[in-house]
């Protein structure tokens, strides 16, 4: 049996988190397999809504192994907040959620470092989440980072000591005014750090490869999105690690050839937090009700989404760079209401028209070429079969399908699980 995964396709908050609630019952272990409490994974069932950062999406369901893989960076601090969360819903995470040992951990000074990389930036800034999470992969390539795994060992609060002081002199060469109290940082950080190692640490490469080898089904679950990757998207307005499907092998030690299915998510339309080039983003009423409808703020940051018509060109360039196999199209009902829609089938791009996404789509590089479609007008939040979808939206999933070469299986009608239409 493979290993499938699921991830965004587009810069994030295309709706990973409530397709993997829907998909959990039909497998053993949900794994995560990188990023971290930058992200947002938003769940909505029996009228309750649910926002999960490091934790993966399968924790809801009671049969289901959570997996933090080795990819992700963890804030210890962040994380016990995420789990007093879970207890009011009377979930036994002691039994259902485990750690890979070669995980990193997020420290306090990461994210004081993170706070002031941003502040020297001025105008120039990329738009971080201010959670520590690049100068955390920053240790991780440099070889400086504590691991999960360092936590059993008895000194590794000497390691930890020796990195705050290096962090603290790296701050200062900021010149920038960021005012903390690292005494009251730690303290809570060293009582996360505590609750943190009442869970199990595994070596999760092999855990995974005898689960799979037992023939236990597994889900992968991406954070962030595709165009957000690290090599792959549109730097330097991305995260610090690898999104796109080749992160899962390496996040979480799974081969190549032992990937079965990847799910695509993307929306109807398109948004974007923070910083960088957005060649569809619409900046008139249009994109205003987008936002309203779509209620587009970020789950962990708050942060406005900027938004715009759907990119067919970003969209095919994520669906070629993962290998995606099934598609999987969020909040339709959003898009109810607009008498006309538009897909940005095209560049012009430096005098030509290109259809692939190139090396920079800087708006004095990249002017979009739009294709109209009809729009519709019913409520689709009620619906719950396909044969009801009204046929301006089937023709614009058509078109979609045509043009990705790829099938789109699940139409998301809303946020709440039940909200979900299989093709």
Aim: glycine share 10%.
């Amino acid at each position: 049996m493979a290993v499938d995964l699921l991830l965004g396709l587009q810069w994030g908050d295309e709706g990973k988190g409530k397709i993997v609630d829907v998909l959990t019952s039909k497998y053993d272990i949900i794994a995560r397999f990188q990023g971290g409490p930058n992200a947002g994974h938003t769940l909505e069932f029996d009228g309750i809504k649910h926002v999960l950062r490091t934790i993966p999406s399968g924790i809801f369901h009671e049969k289901s192994t959570n997996i933090i893989g080795n990819g992700v960076v963890i804030d210890p601090v962040v994380f016990v907040k995420e789990l007093e969360g879970l207890e009011q819903f009377k979930i036994d995470y002691k039994s259902k959620l485990i750690i890979s040992r070669k995980a990193h951990v997020i420290l306090p000074t990461h994210r004081l470092l993170d706070a002031a990389s941003e502040a020297s930036k001025g105008k120039a800034k990329i738009g971080s989440t201010l959670k520590g999470i690049g100068p955390t992969y920053m240790d991780k390539t440099g070889r400086n980072g504590i691991r999960i795994g360092d936590l059993e060992l008895s000194d590794w609060k000497e390691k930890y000591r020796a990195l705050a002081n290096k962090h603290e002199a790296m701050i200062s060469f900021y010149n920038v005014d960021v005012q903390y109290d690292l005494a009251d940082l730690e303290a809570e950080f060293f009582a996360a750090v505590e609750t943190l190692k009442e869970l199990t640490f595994i070596d999760s490469e092999e855990y995974i490869y005898q689960a799979h080898k037992s023939g236990k089904s597994i889900l992968a679950e991406g954070a962030q999105g595709s165009l957000l990757d690290i090599d792959f998207g549109t730097y330097p307005f991305v995260t610090s690690s690898n999104t796109t499907a080749a992160g899962a092998c390496t996040g979480l030690g799974v081969a190549p050839n032992k990937i079965g299915d990847v799910y695509g998510i993307f929306k109807a339309y398109t948004t974007r937090v923070g910083s960088g080039p957005f060649p569809t983003e619409l900046f008139d009423k249009v994109g205003e009700d987008m936002a309203r409808i779509g209620h587009e703020f970020g789950a962990v940051t708050g942060r406005a989404r900027r938004c715009g018509w759907l990119d067919l060109v970003a969209l095919r360039y994520a669906c070629q760079v993962n290998g995606v196999t099934k598609l999987m199209m969020m909040k339709g009902d959003v898009l109810s209401g607009f008498k006309t829609l538009k897909i940005a089938t095209s560049y012009k791009y430096k005098g030509e028209e290109i259809t692939h996404l190139p090396y920079n789509i800087e708006p004095e590089n990249v002017t979009p070429v739009y294709t109209e479609f009809s729009g519709w007008k019913e409520d689709l939040t009620k619906m719950t079969e396909a044969s009801q979808l009204p046929k301006e939206l089937n023709d614009y999933i058509d078109f979609l399908e045509k043009e990705l070469e790829i099938p789109i299986e699940v139409v998301s009608v809303g946020p709440d699980r039940k909200q979900t239409i299989f093709k």
